[in-house]
């Protein structure tokens, strides 16, 4: 039997976006004419695939069934196309979106900009933001090419690489009243606290570790990105725990001091992860690996101090 392979790529969005509506916008077509694919599917797997429902639709059995099947179809004919593929970063003009996490866009993309002007001046970064969850980065269905940050419950289609694990320390304002050198255990429960507060279940990480050492903590504010907290700090005797090589960017401000926490909080990991179908494009892989050194030399600085 021949197959219109046009059409699996159609079935592959329309099974990770649930909806005619979100997949026709991913694949640029308009709704009628997914509408007729998808008609053109059913006659060629002969199975309904999907189900209207109140808020999208739902795959059939036989769709679920076939669904790896067909993504490592099209993944295996990707590798074999892209692999035959010269890639040169001095040359290459190409347009990657990313989703990094607020302290990925804060430590390591500048970095990783800089490095991009200097060995791949064609190569442009658009970032998307990080969301609630890995669905909403567009990763999961390949249209964003990578997430940079905590990495919680990937589906089977991710690829995740560990690139480093971050630890915390406190930022206090350098002439803080009742903190100098160093900040005790009843201090730090003692005094007011800005918290920042990224999307989803990155939030967990710093309260699990105050839980697991039974340290209290009063949040006197609350802010989105990390951005915001050198200001709050500067002009209150709060206190803002914050990752290792956010303090280091911080210190450089005369207005501000970096402590240890007065006890230890850990670390958390920072991952990075792509869809399986960008496995051996070349550029890709080439970006993996200039992300993976970039971030292999952000964190010698911890270890270095």
Known sequence: MRYDLNLLPIFVALMEERSVTRAAERLGMTQPALSNAL????????????????????????????????????????????????????STERLFTIAPNGYVEFVIVPALVARLAEVAPGIKLRLTPYGNDLTETGVVSG??????????????????????????????????????????????????????????RMRAGLFQALAQNNLKREVALSVTNF??????????DYV????????????????????????????????????????????????????????????GEIGGT
């Open 143 to 200: 249209t964003t090419a990578m997430v940079l940050g905590r990495i919680t419950d990937p589906p089977d289609n991710l690829v995740v690489q560990h690139l480093m694990d971050e630890g915390l320390e406190c930022v206090v304002r350098a002439g803080h009243p009742d903190i100098a050198e160093a900040i005790t255990r009843e201090q730090f429960e003692n005094v007011r606290h800005v918290n920042v507060v990224p999307p989803g």
């Open 39 to 90: 008609a053109r599917l059913r006659l060629m797997l002969k199975d309904q695939l999907f189900i209207r429902e109140r808020y999208g639709i739902q795959p059939t059995a036989i769709a679920l069934e076939l669904a790896p099947q067909i993504a490592d179809a099209l993944a295996s004919l990707d590798d074999a196309v892209l692999g035959q593929q010269d890639f040169d970063p001095a």
């Open 227 to 236: 951005f915001a907290v050198a200001e709050m700090i500067a002009v209150t």
């Open 240 to 299: 803002a725990t914050l990752p290792r090589l956010i303090c280091r960017r911080l210190a450089q401000d005369p207005r501000l001091r970096i402590l240890s926490a007065p006890v230890d909080l850990g670390s958390f990991p920072v991952e990075m992860a792509w869809h399986v179908r960008y496995r051996h494009d070349p550029a890709h892989r080439w970006l993996r690996g200039l992300v993976g050194q970039v971030i292999g030399e952000l964190a």
